[in-house]
């Protein structure tokens, strides 16, 4: 089979497994070990049967393996079996990776080899320019979630399972989880089995079963903010006050950082209409491109200036700088600087 030579993302991966169309060799590698862990776990259970697995699944580990008794595990034919899969865990700990070329050269069909190289790309190039050269493994690099991609992953994990979920639940659940993708997707889970098959994660069943407020979260606060409702938005720093665990001033004032950040941007927009806000912002949601737009209407140029010098004025008095305020008392003058000055 041939493959690509480029990197695959995790999807179009996932998709060919569960075609049951397998590369003969898979490299893992990454800061991200969810993802690493969750391909490996697919590829042997895509590939062979719980009775199969007894024979043909075949595990080693780079801290204490020799790296010619997997080449030999490899060169074996299956038991009874269409595959047998072979699988070199902890590669980043292994010695002499590179053996593994010798095997690139000639795969077998019937072999699924699978890499996981935890913490980074893997050092081993002979290797890699082998699979490159003869076209025959899939490359995959598991990068650590950004903040920015929170969403996107959230709103595409509950789409691929057959579900929906609304922007303000989205909201929620990156400000409850951020970037820790495990913690992640274990939530999502627990809401995906709540709300069934072709169901929709609403606010009220965060709210029920994962104890986030729908009222009172970082998203109502960004809207109380950009709508200037002052009364709504001094409530909600009353409520985080109440529940600090929860509601980290850190986290809220880089919610309201990235928002004036991007109104800033927008409000610079030659061409203000959705399209030309959608351009400037480089986003495909014209959902998004109208909450900029409304919000223009209270925050010129002028003023969003001067809220990011605001917000930065926070973080370093947050820090000890020139203050001996708590975080809360610091958020609520924020808030009021943001509304009156």
């Known amino acids: 089979m041939a493959v690509k030579k480029e990197a695959q993302s995790y999807l179009q991966i996932v998709n060919s497994i569960k075609r049951g169309v397998f590369a003969p060799i898979y490299v893992l590698m990454g800061e991200e070990t969810f993802y690493i862990d969750q391909l490996q776990k697919m590829i ?13 699944l075949t595990v080693f580990y780079g801290t204490d393996c020799d790296m010619h008794d997997v080449v030999n595990t490899c060169r074996r034919y299956p038991a009874m079996s269409r595959y047998q899969v072979v699988v070199l865990k902890e590669a980043q700990n292994a ?70 979920i609304d922007e303000k639940s ?22 995906l089995l709540l709300v069934g098959n072709g169901g929709s994660i609403v606010p009220e069943t965060i709210e029920r079963n994962i ?23 001094f409530q909600i720093v009353d409520y985080f006050e109440r529940n600090p665990k929860r509601n980290p001033t ?37 959902y998004r491109a109208r909450i900029f737009i409304d919000a ?28 001996r305020q708590n975080e809360y008392e610091l958020l609520r003058e924020l808030i009021y600087k943001i509304f009156y000055m």
């Open 44 to 56: 042997e259970e895509s590939a062979l049967s719980e009775d199969e697995r007894d024979f043909n």
């Open 250 to 286: 850190v986290l809220t004032v880089s919610v309201l950082f990235s928002f004036f950040s991007n109104l800033l941007l927008a409000s610079t927009a030659r061409d203000k209409s959705e399209r030309g806000v959608m351009a400037q912002l480089e986003t495909k949601s014209a």
């Open 95 to 164: 010695s002499n990776l590179d053996l593994l070329k010798h095997y690139a050269q000639k795969p077998l069909a019937s072999t699924i080899l699978v890499v996981c190289n935890k913490g980074g790309s893997i050092k081993a190039p002979e290797l890699m320019s082998v699979l490159s050269a003869n076209d025959c493994g899939v490359v995959f690099e598991s990068k650590k979630l950004q903040e920015a991609d929170v969403a996107s992953v959230i709103r595409g994990y509950v789409k691929q399972h057959g579900c929906s």
């Open 170 to 191: 989205v909201a929620m659940m990156k400000d409850f989880v951020g970037t820790d993708v495990s913690r992640l997707i274990g939530e999502l889970d627990k809401l």
């Open 296 to 323: 223009m209407r209270n925050y010129n140029t002028a003023s969003c200036v001067r809220i990011i010098g605001y917000l930065r004025e926070f973080d370093a008095k947050s820090k000890g700088i020139n203050s």
């Open 211 to 233: 104890g986030i407020s729908k009222d009172f979260n970082n998203f109502e606060l960004e809207v109380a903010v950009r709508t200037r409702n002052a009364v709504k938005a």
